[in-house]
């Protein structure tokens, strides 16, 4: 089955902020989405998919199963390696030119490589403040 992208699923209702969906019961993503909540204005929002409406953010089981998501204020959304752009690109200081730069000509590919690469192996990764999860 393809991959779920922004473009495969029509914009879900308008949201007033950013929204952060990842997979709460991986450790690694869990640190990482801390990481992230701590440099995010207050409007944008980091949820656990276990806790998140998918319906009404317009995701599936499937879709945050394989990916973390980031959910634009116009309802537009992006995984893999552009989840992690959009949110960086809600934060202050030099992370949105880091999350342009993750999308751009042949760094795209590597980005997303890269993300593949950590989303298929998470629950074997040992992080400083994650409990290790051997859920897979």
Excluded: K
């Excluded at 309802?75 to 751009?104: E, F």
């Amino acid at each position: 089955m393809p991959a779920a992208t922004a473009d495969s699923h029509p914009p879900s209702p308008p949201i007033s902020s950013g929204i952060l969906v990842y997979d709460g019961d991986c450790g690694f993503c869990t640190a990482t989405a801390r990481w992230v909540e701590r440099r995010l204005s207050n409007d944008c929002r980091v949820i656990p998919s276990q806790q998140a409406d998918l319906d009404a953010l317009g995701l599936t089981d499937e879709a945050v199963t394989r990916s973390a998501w980031w959910i634009c204020p116009d309802g537009t959304r992006w995984d893999d390696h552009r989840s992690i752009a959009g949110a960086l690109g809600a934060m202050g200081g030099p992370w949105p030119a880091v999350g342009r730069l993750m999308t751009l000509g042949p760094i795209n590919p590597l980005a997303r490589g890269v993300y593949r690469l950590v989303a298929n192996n998470r629950y074997r990764i040992r992080w400083p403040g994650a409990t290790r999860c051997d859920r897979r």
